[in-house]
Nanobody, 127 residues
Framework: QVQLVESGGGLVQAGGSLRLSCAASGRTFSTYPMGWFRQAPGKEREFVASISWIGGITIYADSVKGRFTISRDNAKNTLNLQMNSLKPEDTAVYYC????????????????????WGQGTQVTVSS
């Protein structure tokens, strides 16, 4: 069983920064693509960023491109999301997730491509 635990959320003013982390249990972290998603109140969960298992390939939602950076440390089983220039519309619960299919240089924006999810961490950006 894979467990994913997010941390690093909180309250920040617009223009500020936060760094989210996702700690993964088990030995099956390093060979799978990983992703970050978010869900704002009253809205559906949406894609934020994804990273290939080696870490060389990343993709981002247009709304966060240039402001957020996804990274991973396979030796530490950790996924990160550095969020800069935060906006009130970034307010949401942020989830990390593990891709269904191991290996390769794949990244996925479709939630159906992910099988394990964390419990989420709240990010609130005040104006």
């Amino acid at each position: 069983q894979v467990q994913l635990v997010e941390s690093g959320g909180g309250l920040v003013q617009a223009g500020g920064s936060l760094r989210l982390s996702c700690a993964a249990s088990g030995r099956t972290f390093s060979t799978y693509p990983m992703g970050w998603f978010r869900q704002a109140p009253g809205k559906e969960r949406e894609f934020v960023a994804s990273i290939s298992w080696i870490g060389g390939i990343t993709i981002y939602a247009d709304s966060v491109k240039g402001r957020f950076t996804i990274s991973r440390d396979n030796a530490k089983n950790t996924l990160n999301l550095q969020m800069n220039s935060l906006k009130p519309e970034d307010t949401a619960v942020y989830y990390c997730a593990r891709g269904r299919r191991r290996g390769g240089d794949s990244t996925y924006s479709d939630q159906r491509e992910y099988d394990y999810w964390g419990q989420g961490t709240q990010v609130t950006v005040s104006s």
